[in-house]
């Protein structure tokens, strides 16, 4: 996409803007709200920065209460629960894929003191 090699050449206002583009064409698409908050937030924008990250946080809950195999309890404590032998029928791509990079990252944008 554009912005990502727009906000990769230091270009992050240009960025932001092609984000917001994306982002009227695909609202809630993630990575659009994660690309806008992290050009905004490098281009100065603290506040702009810190809604797109507010949202990125409620869809990663989102993601996190209705992915298959995912414990919801994650999304109300912002902490990773155990995961027993529960896990089968779930999707390999589910249990070792993408969505466990999901759930971490929400877990420390929990975390983190800009949200």
């Not at 240009?14 to 009227?24: H, I």
């Not at 309890?73 to 629960?81: F, L, M, W």
């Not at 070792?96 to 999901?102: D, M, N, Q, R, V």
């Amino acid at each position: 996409m554009i912005a990502d090699m727009l906000l990769e050449a230091k270009r992050p206002q240009q960025a932001l803007v092609e984000y917001q583009t994306d982002l009227k064409l695909n609202p809630n698409r993630f990575d659009a709200l994660y690309g806008a908050a992290r050009a905004a937030e490098a281009a100065g924008k603290q506040s702009d920065a810190t809604e797109y990250y507010a949202l990125v946080t409620q869809s990663l809950r989102w993601i996190k209460l209705h992915a298959p195999g995912v414990d919801p309890r994650e999304a109300a404590s912002g902490t990773e629960v155990s995961r027993s032998s529960s896990s089968a029928g779930v999707p390999p791509a589910c249990r070792e894929g993408i969505l466990p990079s999901l759930l971490s990252a929400s877990v420390r944008l929990a975390r983190c003191q800009c949200v």
